[in-house]
Structure formats: structure tokens, C-alpha cells
């Protein structure tokens, strides 16, 4: 087994932060191979370190640039981070170089219903589904959205109005990344080199020492 099929078969068994390790040395042999950063990135993200996941996508996208899957991860992961313009631009051009892809649309309707523009967020999602009409992650999501849709739709429109305003606000955003980060943290053994990535991970959001 290769480096990246070990690093690919630790993230089916949801040991990302092993595969992070595994891809970083790899990474050092081969430099210039723009899947390893696409898939550190992957790793990353999976153990919550958006910030370090979006430094590796960059350089993937450097190295290979007007790829789509590469170019969605980064859209996705700038989402994340709160820069919600640059990062549905890069989902959109995604989007336009893979027509077929309903992961690319989903990403993009998520990040309008994470702030509960749900037209917004139909409108990329609508296109999602038939195109993924046998995915059951995409079908789950679909109908995830639907009942966030529903429930939201029980207050008044100035309450919405407010809850839109707050789930923008930067430190909503980082509040939620962190959970991420911390949710994983706590099912995992950490080892020297995941603690090292935490420390940085967490003092780019803004956070000195563990959360």
C-alpha cells in the first residue's frame, strides 16, 4: 500500500489525524505533487483545522490550478472561515469547470443555509439533487435543509432577520470551528505532532493554548 492509499484508507477508518502525519512526510519527498497538499487538505479539514487545511489547498491550486475538486475544497474552506464571498466565488467556478458534480452545489447551498438564506441556498441545492438523485448524502442533506427550512419559517420575520445577522458575525463563525475542532479532539489520541497543529490551528483563530 502506498502513501496515499494509507493516508485514504485512515480517513475511511476516522483516523484523519493519522493521515495527516502520513501525508506530511510524503509531502516533503515530493513537493510538487499537488494531490498530496489536495489530500492533506482533506485530512485536515476532517480533523477541523481549516485554517491549515485552506494553506495546503492554496498551494494545491498553485501548483494545479483550474481543478475542480480542488477549487471546491478551497471554496468550501474559506465557508468555513467566514469569508463567504471569495469562497462561494471559487464554489461557483467549481462548479462551471464540473457540471456533474452535486457535491459542489451542496457546498454552495450550505453556506447560504448556515446563514438561513434558504432561497439562496434551494436555489444551488434543487440543482444538487437531481444530479445526485442516488447519493444518500445528498438526499440526507436535502431533506436536513428542508426541516431546518421549515422550523426557521416558525418565527417572525424580524427574529429571523436578527438570527441571519448574528450567524455572520465573526465570532459566531469562529465559535463554530472551534466546536468542530474540539469534537474531534476529544475522540482521538493525540500525538506530538496533532498537539502541534492544534496549538497553530488554534492561535489562527485567535485562541492562545487549548480550548
Not at 458534480?101 to 451542496?106: E, G, I, S, V
Not at 440543482?127 to 431546518?148: I, M, T
Request: hydrophobic share 35%.
Amino acid at each position: 500500500m502506498n502513501k496515499i492509499e494509507e493516508a485514504e484508507a485512515l480517513m475511511r477508518q476516522g483516523k484523519a489525524n493519522l493521515a495527516v502525519s502520513v501525508l506530511k512526510e510524503t509531502v516533503k519527498s515530493f513537493p510538487q505533487e499537488s494531490y498530496l497538499y489536495y489530500l492533506l487538505g482533506i485530512a485536515r479539514m476532517k480533523c477541523g483545522r481549516f485554517f491549515l487545511a485552506q494553506r495546503v489547498f492554496l498551494k494545491a491550486n498553485e501548483l494545479l490550478p483550474n481543478h475542480a475538486e480542488i477549487l471546491r475544497s478551497l471554496g468550501y474552506v474559506k465557508t468555513m472561515l467566514g469569508e463567504l464571498d471569495e469562497g462561494r466565488n471559487y464554489l461557483r467556478e467549481a462548479i462551471s469547470l464540473d457540471l456533474t458534480n452535486p457535491l459542489a452545489y451542496m457546498d454552495l447551498a450550505m453556506s447560504y443555509f448556515n446563514c438561513l438564506e434558504f432561497e439562496e441556498g434551494f436555489e444551488w441545492l434543487d440543482r444538487a439533487k437531481p444530479l445526485g438523485a442516488k447519493d444518500q448524502f445528498v438526499l440526507d442533506n436535502y431533506k436536513r435543509a428542508v426541516e431546518e427550512r421549515d422550523n426557521y419559517n416558525k418565527y417572525p420575520k424580524d427574529v429571523i432577520e436578527k438570527m441571519k445577522q448574528e450567524r455572520k458575525q465573526p465570532e459566531v463563525i469562529r465559535e463554530t470551528r472551534l466546536f468542530i475542532l474540539n469534537g474531534f479532539n476529544k475522540k482521538q489520541s493525540l500525538n506530538a505532532d496533532d498537539e502541534k497543529e492544534i496549538q497553530e490551528e488554534l492561535k489562527l483563530n485567535g485562541v492562545e493554548g487549548r480550548k
